[in-house]
């Protein structure tokens, strides 16, 4: 399944009192979770209000989650007792964040469904009535040691989390729509000269209540929901249109302006992502050499096979590749060669220590020897005080970036910032 199908598959849905979400016999394709109003789920195609073994449902609770499991038919009926919302995901999406889990989460997740699967056909013939806690009492009692992980208050707490990411990612969708995400664009300046060599595009949402809202607040959920595809393809686009407009301001004062785009390592996943590219760069007539993808480790660490088809594809398209956040995680300078990298930055947190730690000023030494080399630029990111950019200017930093030469800018004042930068 593409990307494409796969993300707008989730969403919530309205259910007028006495409409059934499913009956026996159906198949299991969706799990459920109440965002408000109530379920009543009974055994069989026994639908009567009275049903003594009618369980009632409330917000927050989960049912028909069986189908985690398998297909096969359901063996209960669910129906709405009153007007209900309910969020529907589908197997699919399921199993496939089960499989993008840490894989010891996902591990265990087996182990506890399985294990919940064989206490459930053990003790009970329902296996959508919900809870099952007979069964799961009594395999309490039968283990002298054991501990529940899951107590009452922290399931609550869960399921509290997983309405909430569910709710954002209804809003992120919707923000989509209403084209309320715009590209701020901050400027990377050449440390030799001072001059404006670039900028890197960073999404800001624009949210009709809460303002500008910065994309730490969004991007981890867009990440886990599969919504940052969509988000960064629309970075992307910005970046093809954006960058020829802004070299034409320099009135050839500088050499070519580039613009970075952030590219989240999910995308690695996505087997049309080169050819979406392609087309971007095709629809919008861009030079793709002014384009530069920053990508972070991370992304090259899983399928390092896979990633190596990807960054192949965006070089052969003539994209340049930037390596963001260098410091943050393992720091193998392997990844440069391997991965063909052009640029490599190094993330904030190493910048800020170079003043008073000489290990890190050896490290951005040995690196920026290194670049030479290897033919690879440096950008040093978070550049605030002048004191470290004279030090990396010195060490012989190609690039900077940071609050010291500007913030992430609006379009129109990246276009101011140009022409003050370049005396037009
Ligand atoms: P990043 O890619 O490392 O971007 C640099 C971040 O550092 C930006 O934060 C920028 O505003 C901030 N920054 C720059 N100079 C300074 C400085 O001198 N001091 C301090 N304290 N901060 C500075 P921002 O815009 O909030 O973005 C945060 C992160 O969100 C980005 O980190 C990136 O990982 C992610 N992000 C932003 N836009 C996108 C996008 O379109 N797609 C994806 N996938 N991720 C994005
Ligand atoms: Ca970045
Ligand atoms: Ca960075």
Redesign the pocket.
């Known amino acids: 399944m593409t990307y494409q199908e796969q993300t707008y598959l989730s969403r919530c849905a309205h259910f007028k009192r006495g409409d059934f979400v499913f009956q026996e016999g159906e198949e299991r394709n969706h799990t459920f979770i109440i965002e408000s109003g109530s379920i009543g789920i009974m055994p069989g195609k026994e639908t009567s209000k009275d049903n003594a073994s009618r369980v009632t449902l409330g917000p927050g609770e989960i049912f028909g989650e069986m189908a985690i499991l398998s297909h096969g038919q359901r063996t209960a009926t669910a129906v709405a007792l009153e007007d209900t919302e309910l969020f529907m995901i589908p197997r699919q999406v399921l199993q496939e964040r089960i499989t993008n889990l840490d894989p010891l989460v996902a591990l265990l997740m087996s182990l506890l469904v399985d294990r919940y699967r064989s206490l459930r056909i053990k003790h009970a013939e329902i296996a959508d009535l919900q809870p099952a806690l007979p069964a799961i009492e009594e395999e309490q009692d039968e283990e002298e040691n054991y501990e529940p992980i899951t107590t009452v208050s922290n399931l609550n707490v869960q399921k509290e989390n997983a309405l909430k990411e569910l709710r954002v990612e209804q809003e992120l969708r919707k923000a989509i729509e209403k084209k309320q995400f715009v590209?701020?664009m901050?400027p990377i300046l050449s440390l030799d000269t001072g001059k404006i060599a670039g900028f890197?595009?960073?999404?800001?949402w624009i949210h009709p209540e809460r303002g500008i809202v910065?994309?730490?607040e969004f991007?981890p959920v867009?990440?886990r929901t599969n919504v940052?595809q969509l988000?960064?393809r629309?970075?992307f686009e910005q970046a093809c249109y954006i960058a020829p407009e802004l070299n034409a301001l320099t009135e050839g004062k500088v050499e070519k302006l580039f613009v970075s785009?952030?590219?989240?390592g999910i995308n690695f996943e996505d087997e049309d992502i080169v050819d979406s590219v392609k087309r971007c760069i095709s629809k919008t007539k861009v030079d793709p050499s002014l384009i530069k993808l920053?990508i972070?480790e991370s992304a090259l660490i899983g399928d390092s096979k896979q990633a190596e088809e990807v960054l192949r594809g965006f070089k052969a398209l003539g994209l340049h590749i930037a390596l963001?956040?260098f410091g943050t995680g393992y720091s193998s300078l392997s990844y440069l060669h391997k991965f063909s990298i052009d640029t490599l930055?190094i993330?904030?947190s190493f910048v800020s220590q170079i003043r008073t730690d000489t290990k890190t000023l050896d490290i951005l030494r040995a690196i920026v020897d290194l670049s030479g080399s290897f033919k690879f630029k440096v950008v040093a990111?978070?550049?605030?005080y002048e004191e470290e950019a004279d030090m990396l200017k010195k060490l012989g930093c190609d690039y900077g970036?940071?609050?010291?030469y500007g913030?992430?800018l609006s379009i129109e004042d990246a276009r101011q910032f140009i022409k003050t930068n370049l005396d037009l």
């Open positions: 590209a701020y901050q890197e595009t960073l999404i800001r910065p994309p730490l991007i867009a990440e940052v988000l960064d629309l970075m785009v952030n590219l989240s920053e972070t963001d956040d930055k993330d904030r990111e978070g550049i605030e970036q940071g609050y010291l913030r992430p």
